[in-house]
């Protein structure tokens, strides 16, 4: 005759292969978005009439290629509450192997194209978009963006994410 405790061990140990089987067992991690975006920034301050670099990286997570993406940046709430504060995107650049490369786009919307062609299975692409602000700009003041993306997959699948935000840039009077 075989104990309770062997009996239940049995019990779980079969119904734990049953979840299992049926794909209801419990992951060991969190999920991995498809695509992701991040930011950096090569400084947190600047003045008027100083520049900051801002970097958008999107990386593949999927195992299958990226072919498509669609993305978007706009001012933070708290940015356009300043209207002292003036700034525009006077660049793009692309990393590449051999260097950086000319982008097509710096305004708030389709900065997509600017990541070049494919994006193989984990891998990524990295933007640079230089941040003017104008001399004549207001002071003591954060310059913050937000963004949306949207990514087609060589599986004929989609994600979609956001909002991602910058780093905030401060603008520092003299």
């Known amino acids: 005759m075989r ?12 119904l734990a292969f049953v979840l299992a089987l049926f794909g209801f067992a419990p992951g060991a991690g969190a999920d991995t978005a498809p695509a992701a975006l991040t930011f950096t920034a090569d400084s947190a301050t600047t003045k008027p009439g100083g520049t900051v670099k801002l970097s958008m990286t999107i990386t593949n997570n999927k195992t299958y290629d990226v072919l498509f993406v669609y993305q978007t940046i706009d001012p933070t709430w708290l940015t ?62 954060n310059i913050g963006f937000y963004s949306y993306y949207y990514a087609e997959f060589s599986d004929s699948t ?17």
Do not use: H, M, W
């Open 80 to 141: 356009t509450q300043r209207p002292d504060l003036k700034y525009s995107f006077t660049g793009c650049s692309l990393a590449t192997a051999t260097g950086g490369t000319a982008c097509s786009g710096t305004g708030p919307s389709n900065l997509g194209a600017d990541y070049g062609a494919t994006i193989p299975p984990g891998q990524s692409r990295t933007v640079t978009l230089t941040l003017q602000v104008a001399a004549d700009s207001g002071c003591n003041g």
């Open 3 to 14: 104990s309770p405790l062997l009996r239940r061990l049995g019990l779980t140990a079969v």
């Open 158 to 174: 989609n994600t979609s994410g956001g909002p991602v935000y910058t780093p905030e840039t401060r603008v520092l009077c003299a």
